[in-house]
């Protein structure tokens, strides 16, 4: 016998799967079919998430959006497209201002001191929300090493 889909709510989505699953309920988002379909599509949302540096509640963001304002996604493709406007139009807490504009000066301070071309890219081409968890990686990874140089 075929269980009964659960209704996701925001606060329950925990996976690839079911980010799927809760825009497919919200705003209709088709879901891939057949095996190759889902791994494709998986992959794809997982690749993003790690170049954009959202997480899964981004996209919840994203979908939340869309269907407070009626749109509807053809593909999940479309949700990507949202998490930005979404973020603006308050649907993910924000960081406060003061916090904003130290972070940029953290961020100053990184790239001037930085050797590395690609984590100068990273720290300069990173906006909104991906700028704190660039960040954020950049001060675990590279600025021990850098630190350690100077001394």
Request: charged share 25%.
């Amino acid at each position: 016998m075929i269980q009964p889909e659960e209704f996701l709510r925001a606060n329950d989505v925990r996976t690839v799967t079911q980010v799927v699953q809760y825009a497919s309920q919200q705003i209709g988002c088709p879901r891939p079919i057949g095996t190759k379909a889902r791994g494709l599509m998986f992959r794809r949302i997982t690749e993003e998430l790690d170049a954009q540096q959202w997480t899964l509640r981004h996209l919840v963001a994203a979908i939340d959006y869309m269907k407070t304002r009626g749109i509807k996604a053809r593909g999940f493709g479309f949700v990507f497209y949202h998490v930005e406007p979404s973020i603006q139009a308050g649907f993910m807490p924000r960081p406060a201002a003061s916090s904003t504009e130290s972070l940029q000066e953290a961020v100053s301070t990184a790239i001037y001191i930085e050797t590395d071309e690609e984590w100068k890219r990273r720290l300069l081409s990173a906006r909104g929300s991906s700028l704190l968890k660039v960040y954020q990686a950049w001060e675990q990874e590279r600025q021990p090493l850098l630190e350690g140089h100077h001394e």
